[in-house]
Nanobody, 124 residues
Framework: QVQLVESGGGLVQAGGSLRLSCAAS????????MGWFRQAPGKEREFVAA????????VYADSVNGRFTMSRDNAKNTVYLQMNSLKPDDTAVFYC?????????????????WGQGTQVTVSS
């Protein structure tokens, strides 16, 4: 059973940066894919980014590609989402997720474990 705890959300002005963290506990994450999703009020939860723990390979949604960077720290069992050039449209609750799927899922159904979420608010 993987347990995930997000942190790092907050209020930032447009153009600013935030770094989200997701600390994982439980079994080794070597065989896992870690993902970040976000959900804005009244909208579906959408894929943001994912990383394959074993290789560090990452994928991103088109809407964040070039602005967001996902990484992992093996020693701390933690993944990060560095968010730069933030826009008001990025305002959402951001969730960390984990799966042992063979291919990187871009839909929420592909992930088995979820954190509680952290709020990111970008003011204009």
């Amino acid at each position: 059973q993987v347990q995930l705890v997000e942190s790092g959300g907050g209020l930032v002005q447009a153009g600013g940066s935030l770094r989200l963290s997701c600390a994982a506990s439980g079994p080794t994450l070597w065989g896992y894919i870690m993902g970040w999703f976000r959900q804005a009020p009244g909208k579906e939860r959408e894929f943001v980014a994912a990383i394959r723990w074993s290789t560090g390979n990452t994928v991103y949604a088109d809407s964040v590609n070039g602005r967001f960077t996902m990484s992992r720290d093996n020693a701390k069992n933690t993944v990060y989402l560095q968010m730069n050039s933030l826009k008001p449209d990025d305002t959402a609750v951001f969730y960390c997720a984990a799966t042992r799927a063979a291919l990187i899922p871009r839909n929420r159904q592909g992930y088995d474990y979820w954190g509680q979420g952290t709020q990111v608010t970008v003011s204009s």
